[in-house]
């Protein structure tokens, strides 16, 4: 077998899925700051949160090429 590039289709649902992390991290933030601005949540469930979410948007930018 080949080990050559992967097919564009490959390569393009991959892109999409590292997107749709970048996208989820992105509204997690944005959600858990709300709720911590609110007093919905704990300080400790706020920066596990956070957390979670930066990587999540981190992790999906470098992977799907959009932070370079």
């Keep these: ?3 050559g590039k992967p097919p564009r289709q490959m390569r393009r649902w991959k892109e999409n899925l590292c997107i ?9 933030i944005l ?14 469930q706020m920066i596990a949160q956070s957390v979670l979410g930066l ?3 981190v992790g999906g930018g470098i992977l799907g090429g959009i932070i370079d």
């Design 20 to 28: 749709a992390a970048c996208v989820l991290g992105f509204l997690l």
């Design 31 to 44: 959600g858990t700051f709300g709720a911590a601005d609110l007093g919905q949540i704990s300080l400790c």
């Design 55 to 57: 990587a999540l948007f």
């Design 1 to 3: 077998m080949k080990q």
